[in-house]
């Protein structure tokens, strides 16, 4: 089946500083992703929508320049978190529209923000 | 905006018994339905899915309904097992251009052995 590959799996960086996620679709082409994030115990919440070769488009209330997506192949988009401050601490998740027109996630990324 | 509800949040079963989660959604046009569990610091994964124009879906011991005159899809576990333990979450995509899935609040699953 689908598998999207999503790295790092954690990580932890100091305040101020800014880190990139990566999220691969190894089997197939994603011309759609979206990043998800989710605090504890809670739900997905949708960030953005990343389309190849286009601008991200954000959901409301989420800062574009500080959570800046790149998607301009067809198996990888990034999200990089810029300027990272400890409310920025969340589990990321990267989903990717299948051929079979169903989504498919990647394992998460575990951000800490000291 | 999709809105999807889901109940209970967190649910107890002993081991054999069934588990039935419900979820409700607000836009009509709504055309895709999966649900996915979610294992602690992982991903979620797919488990079964449904789509609009069926009103029923089975895998093995997990089945899905969807009522789409009352907006509500249901799954349904039977024979539950400890390994089923996880937190469960709904998800619907709208059917008007925006294709992201809205998610519910997730039910926590816990099968006592």
């Known amino acids: 089946g689908a598998v999207v590959s999503q790295h790092p799996s954690w990580v932890i960086c100091k305040s101020g500083t800014s880190v990139k996620i990566e999220c691969r679709s190894l089997?197939?082409?994603?011309?759609?992703m979206f990043w998800y994030r989710q605090f504890p115990k809670q739900s997905l919440m949708l960030m953005a929508t990343?389309?190849?070769?286009?601008?991200?488009?954000?959901e409301q209330g989420v800062e574009k320049d500080k959570f800046l997506i790149n998607h301009a192949s067809l198996t990888l988009s990034t999200l990089t978190v810029t300027s990272a401050h400890p409310e920025d601490s969340s589990f990321y998740i990267c989903s990717a529209r299948d051929q079979g027109d169903g989504y498919t996630f990647g394992s998460g990324t575990r951000l800490t923000v000291v | 905006g999709e809105n999807v509800e889901q109940h209970p949040s967190t649910l107890s079963v002993q081991e054999g018994d069934s588990a039935v989660i419900k979820c409700t959604y607000s836009d009509s046009a709504s055309n895709y339905f999966p649900w996915y569990k979610q294992e602690l610091g992982k991903g979620p994964q797919l488990i079964i899915d449904i789509r609009s124009n069926v009103g029923e879906k089975k895998d093995q011991r997990i089945a899905v309904t969807l009522n789409k005159t009352a907006k509500h899809f249901s799954l349904h576990i039977t024979e539950t097992q400890p390994e089923d333990s996880a937190v469960y979450f709904c998800a619907a995509r709208g059917g008007t251009g925006r294709r992201a899935l809205t998610f519910g609040s997730g039910t926590r699953l816990q099968v006592q052995p």
């Open positions: 990343s389309n190849e070769g286009s601008k991200a488009t954000y």
């Open positions: 089997d197939f082409q994603a011309t759609t």
